[in-house]
């Protein structure tokens, strides 16, 4: 079992910076594939950026290319996404995600656990 919880969301305006934080509880955080989606308001859940358990391999969406990055601390069971240049397009609920026993991977339906999602505004 895996327990995810999210932080670091807010209001920022367009080319600010945030960095969001998912703490993860569980001993097989340090093995799992881990990914970032969001939700915007009427939209469907989209896949932002995911990390390989070991942190060598990492995907960016084509929307937050040379803008997100994903990394994480496996000594800390938490994962980040930092996000700069943002845009008001970036606004969304956030959801961090894990894949126990997985490679990496851009589909939302291949993640086992998510975590209640943090919210990101960016006003122009």
């Known amino acids: 079992q895996v327990q995810l919880v999210e932080s670091g969301g807010g209001s920022v305006q367009a080319g600010g910076s945030l960095r969001l934080s998912c703490a993860a509880s569980g001993r097989t955080f340090s093995s799992a594939a881990m990914g970032w989606f969001r939700q915007a308001p009427g939209k469907e859940r989209d896949f932002v950026a995911a990390?390989?358990?070991?942190?060598?391999?990492?995907y960016n969406a084509d929307s937050v290319e040379g803008r997100f990055t994903i990394s994480r601390d496996n000594a800390k069971n938490t994962v980040y996404l930092q996000m700069t240049s943002l845009k008001p397009e970036d606004t969304a609920v956030y959801y961090c995600?894990?894949?126990?026993?997985?490679?990496?991977?851009?589909?939302?339906?291949?993640?086992?656990?998510w975590g209640q999602g943090t919210q990101v505004t960016v006003s122009s």
């Open positions: 990390i390989a358990w070991a942190g060598f391999i990492t």
């Open positions: 995600a894990a894949r126990t026993g997985g490679r990496v991977s851009r589909r939302g339906d291949e993640y086992d656990y």
